[in-house]
């Protein structure tokens, strides 16, 4: 019997184009990501198989839900983060979700336009960011709705550097089709190994949304208490505010719009200490100041 765990890619969270729980956040809150990250990329490895039947994707898809509810039987892809939700006491919702998405992907390959997207980002990417957030205790009402927004815009940055490969292996487009038909771009230049001028317009204005996104998402960081996910969601955002800038200018069917290894590392350190160096002036600043009151 076909099961999600035979349907792993072997893909790992340092495999990722944005960290997972990286160092920067605390040991004590990184299992619980790293279950999730686990049962997430099984579900997502299921969705993009391009041998199994969308209705075998969805069977697999909901085997895995219902093992991580209690529902079904037990699944190893499920079990760790089955575990760590009790232990916390959070529910399953972000999770689920995922899932959800990924039931999509089994069954839908183009989007309308851009409301159309985002709604799909909001099982797709949102979520992750939620539980992350719930995962520390961080206030759901400050922080969830500019992290929806990072999230939103990490995951059209990894469609756009993905969009040939997407297409190829999965006939699956995630460019809106009204931006695409706005700058008469065609599906079937996706396939090919250099961008069509439209299809370089239809990469720039979606790189601009990112953008938007992008700025939409600044106030998460202050708003966080946490100061090591703050490092690490610093790190992210400038690593997508500079992929976001490279997608305005590269074409990812025929260049690589991705970092070295060293550039990665280095991106990420310098946001975090940069971060470190603004909140700890900050508090210093209002210690000064309640101490003068």
Known sequence: MTTATDMLSGK??????????SKLISARHRAPILAFYKFVRAGDDVADNNVLTPDKKIELLEGLADALTGDGPPDPQAEPLKAQ?????????????????FKLDARKSRYAN????????????????????DVHGEDQS????PSDAICAALQIINHLQDCGKDYRALDRVYLPDDIMRKHNARYEDLGGG???????????????RCQDLLDEGRALVPAIRDTRLALEISAIHRLASTLTLWLKTRDPLSEKVHFSKAAF????????????????FR??????MRSEA
């Open 12 to 21: 790992g969270h340092t495999d990722e184009n944005f960290p997972v729980a």
């Open 85 to 101: 939700l009790a232990a916390r006491k959070l529910p399953p919702r972000h999770a689920l979700d995922l899932l959800e998405a």
């Open 114 to 133: 851009f409301q159309e997207l985002m709604a799909y980002c909001s099982l797709s990417a949102m979520p992750v960011g939620r539980f992350v957030l």
């Open 265 to 280: 590392l280095a991106t990420t350190l310098g946001s975090a200490l940069a971060t470190l160096a603004q909140r700890t």
């Open 142 to 145: 400050t922080t969830w709705p």
């Open 194 to 208: 250099k961008a069509t001028p439209e299809l370089l317009a239809v990469f720039r204005e979606l790189a601009d």
């Open 283 to 288: 508090s210093a600043r209002a210690g000064s």
